[in-house]
């Protein structure tokens, strides 16, 4: 998502705002640096403790407003206007609660793929939630990511996928033994220029990769709601909790791990590539329904 800092200000300026709040709100527009503006991004944005509070929640509502206001001179379509009206900003009241990401059940997942129509939108859905990866991780993936030569000399082994994360850094992220059969085939049916091509977008720059972000995001909160896993209120609009995007997916398969497979944390934080344990703790709060059942008896 770009947006040119000069335009926002400008836009602020008009409604004659006070010096320092502009101030205060182009301190906050320049922590704000995810790709789109939608429900898991504000989640993450005030997830950060520094920006739990009014005055980073004013700029939120105004700078949602600049992009529903602006939108066509920005270069955004219609769509992606109305996914930005839907997001809600929670209000601060008090102590901030903060929102747990309800984890989708492990078979459940199967229901999400049979909901998504192409080979693609498949394996992207399965290699996000079996490999742990982040929206920007998985759109980044080439063919050379996978270590095909080593996995190929036995094929019933996982194999490993090179991935780039949060200021490009770099992770190796593991593949079931049958999704890198799938991928293989993939390839295969399809022309790629190079063994460098990405296998999801293609090899023309940011606004393609943010292009493809807002497609796929789309394409899964869709899936979510045929497959009955999003839940439609009275008005028939999607209920926040449960709606399917791309980090619920990789917070799914955490849950799984420590819940069904019996992982330590240690080994989920090997898993989902966290430099700190502490990162991988907010996990451990699925633990809890099966805590009180233990205590019960």
């Known amino acids: 998502m770009i947006v040119p800092i000069d335009k926002f200000e400008t836009w602020l300026e008009n409604k004659n705002l006070k010096k320092r709040t502009i101030e205060n709100y182009i301190y906050y527009y320049n922590k704000f640096t995810y790709e789109c503006f939608n429900q898991e991004t504000i989640s993450r944005f005030l997830s950060i403790k520094a920006n739990r509070n009014s005055i980073a929640r004013s700029f939120l509502v105004n700078f949602q407003k600049f992009l529903k206001v602006n939108y066509k001179e920005l270069g955004f379509s219609q769509e992606f206007r109305m996914e930005i009206a839907e997001v809600e900003l929670p209000k601060l009241t008090g102590r901030i609660k903060e929102r747990l990401v309800k984890p989708i059940p492990h078979e459940q997942i199967q229901l999400l793929e049979k909901a998504l129509e192409t080979e693609q939108l498949k394996l992207q859905l399965l290699l996000s939630y079996y490999c742990a990866l982040r929206l920007g991780e998985l759109l980044k993936i080439s063919i050379m990511s996978f270590n095909w030569e080593i996995w190929k000399q036995d094929v019933s082994k996982m194999g490993e996928c090179r991935v780039y994360g949060k200021g490009d850094k770099e992770g190796i ?104 344990l502490q990162s991988t703790q907010i996990y451990t709060h699925i633990n809890k329904e099966s805590l009180k059942e233990k205590l019960s008896h």
């Open 173 to 276: 992220a593991l593949v079931p033994a049958v999704l890198m059969k799938r991928v293989s085939i993939y390839i295969k049916n399809n022309k790629f220029n190079s063994v460098n091509s990405k296998i999801f977008i293609s090899d023309d720059g940011d606004i393609n990769l943010k292009n493809k972000s807002r497609t796929w995001q789309m394409k899964l909160r869709k899936a979510g709601i045929v497959a009955g896993i999003t839940k439609l209120d009275g008005k028939d609009k999607p209920i926040l909790d449960t709606v399917v995007h791309p980090h619920r997916l990789r917070h799914s398969y955490a849950s799984y791990l420590l819940n069904e497979k019996g992982l330590n944390l240690k080994e989920v934080q090997e898993v989902l590539r966290h430099a700190s």
